[in-house]
């Protein structure tokens, strides 16, 4: 058997198991990666929806297709999707889990049976995020950050979503935990800390952010919990309690977890310009230590949330600075990719354009994430649509856009088949315009005062919202195309190949797809993992 | 597939583990030390009514168990498999002490109409309901994690039983009482931040 299931790939190694169970029961990490893959999928296309719905209401000034409570409901409901069930796991628990024990050399991961069970647990997070927007008192309408004291006080459906949010939060730890251990103890021999791929590098400092902070948002949603069940009183001022410290408790964790978020997505990022670059990554050690400079430093950044909200002046400035600080590695990554392709012999594939794409939006997103997390420029754009437009450049622009260029990267490697680069090129084309059509316009009527999470607005505001709600359109179709194209490669009979894009990476010297063992034999390293050199 | 065995690995999960539990109650005792800082005398009055004697009693009882476990696993490592089998079931034993303890302490108080949202606790000092609030929720998430822990240790009992857990190969023992010594840390700090601070 054991020879035998070598020579099997891992989609056709079904171990015994029949149909459906062969995936949801299977522990082989390349299986749990399809599996978050099409939950992900799945639940993105749900949220865009609801985007795009939001964005159908605000085409025209007053009432247009729903009414304010729904609209309340709408937005929070795409926020509790798209964070928690899409961009927090997103490209940690699909890419990571595919190919992080391939590009370092392992099996799998540590703990196989505990990542079949982050699994398990996501979904059953999944399930009751899902139900609480349909059960009992309607949909929470809190917004996804579930600010105290109304938390406490809507009458819709806030426990189910909050809780919903706990146990998300419970897979994403013990995702983090598989990994430091799986990256500590399985590295092939030869792989040193800084012979290791850049994209493991910032999966590393990833999961220490998923484990040291997430506790931290599960203690203070289960007391919103207890605050609705029991009236505890640490948050509502009618018992004693402070709302602000809410704030504080939930932005500990919810700020670093934008760089749960934006890590992976950097890495993936390293990963592919080198490639089409045919250069080896300039400033490696740059690059990975700037992810762990990132992820310390992020952690306490977290009162720029909160500049209008009440805090000493002292407390205001001290957080300013250190955001400033935390551009800094940021910037570095940036300088190094450049650096990369400057020379390079630049081959502009699909997998290129999207990269190359992510940086452009991310810096737009960096550059006006400082207007944020300056004091005076912050008391003006706070609560507005530039904050809107600002984290959808960082998170769907950065992540989701790192994403898309992952899913372009490595589709090859993980089915074996090649979709059409043509389309796909177009889809990029039509996704990028419709992205900036989008959102850029919400910059503008944001620094003009349109306030954000509101369902209606000022005649003034009418020409943003109009062609914001065109590119919403826009976008929408790209996705689609994109996907279905993505899709279709299935029908391709010719093989991808081995290696289609040249990479010199552990993933491009196995099978594509891989193999259930990943390796007959696992590698001894020698070399940096970028070596172009022969 | 051939089973894949790293001691040195699953000890760092469980620290990570711990880690991340560290920081749940972390969470907490940071709004204990917020509130005790805004409302110090009320805290104070408050903390009279806990009973100082129950709860060194169960510091004891913790401190014997997790002395159980540690020489359980000793036990182990000299193949002595019904000492450990002893030790074990001593340290589940405590355990449940433990939470009778607990149980007659909450019933208690409940009986005497303290407890969140109660009529009498909505008329008592701000300080004084949130000092309540927290004490129930400290310690019955910290109860909640007896709980776990002896759900942990009764599968070591019968892996131990089962010889699945021996001189050779007893990762699991140690990590439940890595767990269990969490346990009785947090209540370490528990017991002098809500008895004896009055």
């Given at each position: 058997?054991?020879?035998?299931?070598?020579?099997l790939?891992?989609?056709?190694d079904?171990?015994?198991?029949w149909?459906?169970?062969?995936?949801i029961?299977?522990?082989d990490?390349?299986?749990?990666?399809?599996?978050?893959?099409?939950?992900?999928?799945?639940?993105?296309?749900l949220a865009?929806?609801?985007?795009?719905?939001?964005?159908l209401?605000?085409i025209?000034?007053?009432?247009?297709?729903?009414?304010?409570?729904?609209?309340?409901?709408?937005?929070?409901?795409?926020?509790?999707?798209?964070?928690?069930?899409?961009?927090?796991?997103?490209?940690?628990?699909?890419?990571?889990?595919?190919?992080?024990?391939?590009?370092?050399?392992?099996?799998?991961?540590?703990?196989?049976?505990?990542n079949?069970?982050?699994?398990?647990?996501?979904?059953?997070?999944?399930?009751l995020?899902?139900?609480?927007?349909f059960?009992?008192?309607?949909?929470?309408?809190?917004?996804?950050?579930?600010?105290?004291?109304?938390?406490?006080e809507?009458?819709?459906n806030?426990?189910?979503?909050?809780?919903?949010?706990?146990?998300?939060?419970?897979?994403?730890?013990?995702?983090g935990?598989?990994?430091?251990?799986?990256?500590?103890?399985?590295?092939?021999?030869?792989?040193?800390?800084?012979?290791?791929?850049?994209?493991?590098?910032?999966?590393?400092?990833?999961?220490?952010?998923?484990?040291l902070?997430?506790?931290?948002?599960g203690?203070?949603?289960m007391?919103?919990?207890?605050?609705?069940?029991?009236?505890?009183?640490?948050?509502?001022?009618?018992?004693?309690?402070?709302?602000?410290?809410?704030?504080?408790?939930f932005?500990?964790?919810?700020?670093?977890?934008?760089?749960?978020?934006?890590?992976?997505?950097?890495?993936?990022i390293?990963?592919i310009?080198?490639?089409?670059?045919?250069?080896?990554i300039?400033?490696?050690?740059?690059?990975?230590?700037?992810?762990v400079?990132?992820a310390?430093?992020?952690?306490?950044?977290?009162?720029h949330?909160?500049?209008?909200?009440?805090?000493?002046?002292?407390?205001?400035w001290f957080?300013?600075?250190?955001?400033?600080?935390?551009a800094?590695?940021s910037?570095i990554?940036?300088?190094?990719?450049?650096?990369?392709?400057?020379?390079?012999?630049?081959?502009?594939?699909?997998p290129?354009?999207?990269?190359?794409?992510?940086?452009f939006?991310?810096m737009?997103?960096?550059?006006?994430?400082?207007?944020?997390g300056?004091?005076?420029t912050?008391?003006?754009?706070?609560?507005?649509s530039?904050v809107?437009?600002?984290?959808?450049?960082i998170?769907?622009g950065?992540?989701?856009?790192a994403?898309?260029?992952?899913i372009?990267?490595?589709?090859p490697?993980?089915?074996?088949k090649?979709?059409?680069?043509?389309?796909?090129?177009?889809a990029?084309?039509?996704?990028f315009?419709?992205?900036n059509?989008?959102?850029?316009?919400?910059?503008?009527?944001?620094i003009?005062?349109?306030?954000?999470r509101?369902?209606?607005?000022?005649?003034?505001?009418?020409?943003?919202?109009?062609i914001?709600?065109?590119?919403?359109?826009?976008?929408?179709?790209?996705?689609?195309l994109?996907?279905?194209?993505?899709?279709?490669a299935?029908?391709?009979?010719?093989?991808?190949?081995?290696?289609?894009?040249?990479g010199?990476?552990l993933?491009?010297?196995?099978?594509?797809?891989?193999?259930?063992?990943?390796?007959?034999?696992?590698?001894?390293?020698?070399?940096?993992?970028?070596?172009?050199e022969? | 597939?051939?089973?894949?065995r790293?001691?040195?690995?699953?000890r760092?999960?469980?620290?990570?583990?711990?880690?991340?539990?560290?920081?749940?109650?972390?969470?907490l005792?940071?709004?204990?030390?917020?509130y005790?800082?805004?409302?110090?005398?009320?805290?104070?009055?408050?903390?009279?009514?806990?009973?100082?004697?129950?709860?060194?009693?169960?510091?004891?009882?913790?401190?014997?168990s997790?002395?159980?476990v540690?020489m359980a696993?000793?036990?182990?490592?000299?193949e002595?498999?019904?000492?450990?089998?002893i030790?074990?079931?001593?340290t589940l034993?405590?355990?449940l002490?433990?939470?009778?303890?607990?149980?007659f302490?909450?019933?208690?108080?409940?009986?005497?109409g303290?407890?969140?949202g109660?009529?009498?606790?909505?008329?008592?000092?701000?300080?004084?309901?949130?000092?309540?609030?927290?004490?129930?929720?400290?310690?019955?998430?910290?109860?909640?994690?007896?709980v776990?822990?002896?759900?942990l240790?009764?599968?070591?009992f019968?892996?131990?039983?089962?010889?699945?857990?021996?001189?050779?190969?007893?990762?699991?023992?140690?990590?439940?009482?890595?767990?269990?010594?969490?346990?009785?840390l947090?209540?370490?700090?528990?017991f002098?931040l809500?008895?004896?601070?009055t």
């Amino acid at each position: 058997m054991e020879t035998q299931n070598n020579q099997l790939n891992y989609i056709e190694d079904t171990q015994g198991r029949w149909g459906i169970f062969a995936w949801i029961f299977s522990t082989d990490h390349k299986r749990i990666g399809i599996l978050y893959l099409i939950s992900i999928t799945t639940f993105f296309l749900l949220a865009a929806l609801m985007g795009g719905l939001m964005r159908l209401e605000l085409i025209a000034p007053g009432e247009t297709i729903m009414d304010a409570q729904t609209y309340n409901g709408l937005f929070t409901v795409h926020g509790i999707i798209m964070i928690f069930l899409v961009v927090i796991p997103g490209l940690g628990a699909v890419f990571g889990n595919f190919f992080l024990p391939i590009m370092i050399g392992a099996r799998d991961v540590a703990f196989p049976r505990l990542n079949l069970f982050s699994w398990w647990i996501y979904m059953a997070g999944a399930i009751l995020a899902v139900y609480s927007q349909f059960a009992g008192d309607g949909p929470p309408d809190t917004g996804w950050t579930f600010y105290a004291p109304y938390s406490t006080e809507s009458g819709t459906n806030v426990v189910a979503a909050v809780f919903a949010a706990f146990v998300l939060g419970f897979s994403s730890i013990l995702t983090g935990l598989n990994f430091i251990v799986t990256i500590h103890r399985m590295r092939a021999p030869g792989m040193t800390w800084f012979k290791m791929p850049l994209f493991p590098w910032s999966l590393y400092a990833t999961a220490w952010i998923q484990v040291l902070a997430t506790p931290i948002v599960g203690i203070t949603l289960m007391m919103i919990v207890a605050e609705r069940l029991f009236q505890i009183g640490f948050f509502d001022p009618a018992l004693g309690g402070d709302p602000i410290l809410y704030q504080h408790l939930f932005w500990i964790y919810s700020h670093p977890a934008v760089y749960i978020m934006i890590l992976p997505a950097m890495g993936v990022i390293t990963e592919i310009i080198p490639t089409f670059a045919k250069k080896s990554i300039f400033g490696y050690k740059a690059i990975a230590l700037s992810s762990v400079a990132i992820a310390a430093v992020g952690y306490f950044v977290w009162g720029h949330h909160m500049y209008t909200s009440g805090m000493s002046g002292t407390a205001r400035w001290f957080f300013s600075f250190l955001t400033f600080i935390v551009a800094i590695p940021s910037a570095i990554k940036v300088f190094n990719w450049v650096a990369t392709m400057y020379k390079g012999s630049i081959d502009a594939r699909t997998p290129f354009l999207y990269a190359a794409t992510f940086i452009f939006l991310f810096m737009i997103g960096g550059l006006t994430g400082l207007v944020l997390g300056s004091l005076a420029t912050d008391v003006h754009v706070h609560d507005t649509s530039f904050v809107v437009a600002h984290f959808h450049y960082i998170i769907f622009g950065g992540m989701g856009f790192a994403f898309f260029a992952a899913i372009h990267y490595w589709w090859p490697k993980m089915f074996g088949k090649m979709y059409n680069e043509r389309v796909a090129n177009i889809a990029w084309l039509i996704t990028f315009v419709g992205f900036n059509v989008l959102y850029f316009p919400l910059f503008v009527i944001g620094i003009q005062g349109m306030p954000r999470r509101y369902f209606d607005y000022l005649p003034e505001f009418h020409a943003g919202h109009l062609i914001s709600t065109i590119g919403a359109f826009i976008l929408l179709s790209g996705l689609f195309l994109m996907i279905i194209n993505i899709y279709r490669a299935k029908k391709h009979v010719t093989p991808a190949g081995d290696n289609p894009w040249g990479g010199v990476t552990l993933e491009w010297q196995v099978p594509s797809p891989p193999p259930t063992l990943n390796f007959d034999e696992i590698p001894t390293i020698t070399k940096s993992p970028y070596s172009f050199e022969k | 597939m051939e089973e894949h065995r790293d001691d040195i690995g699953s000890r760092m999960g469980m620290w990570i583990f711990i880690f991340t539990e560290l920081l749940l109650f972390g969470g907490l005792f940071l709004v204990y030390a917020i509130y005790r800082a805004d409302y110090s005398a009320e805290f104070h009055t408050a903390a009279h009514e806990l009973n100082a004697f129950i709860g060194a009693l169960n510091t004891v009882i913790l401190l014997v168990s997790s002395a159980t476990v540690a020489m359980a696993i000793t036990a182990v490592q000299k193949e002595n498999k019904k000492l450990a089998l002893i030790l074990v079931a001593i340290t589940l034993l405590m355990a449940l002490f433990f939470l009778v303890n607990k149980y007659f302490e909450w019933g208690h108080k409940i009986h005497l109409g303290i407890y969140p949202g109660s009529e009498l606790l909505t008329k008592l000092e701000r300080g004084e309901l949130l000092f309540f609030g927290l004490y129930y929720f400290m310690t019955g998430l910290h109860g909640f994690h007896i709980v776990v822990g002896m759900i942990l240790l009764t599968v070591v009992f019968f892996k131990i039983k089962s010889g699945a857990i021996n001189a050779g190969s007893f990762v699991l023992l140690e990590n439940g009482g890595l767990y269990w010594h969490l346990v009785d840390l947090i209540w370490i700090f528990l017991f002098p931040l809500l008895y004896l601070l009055t």
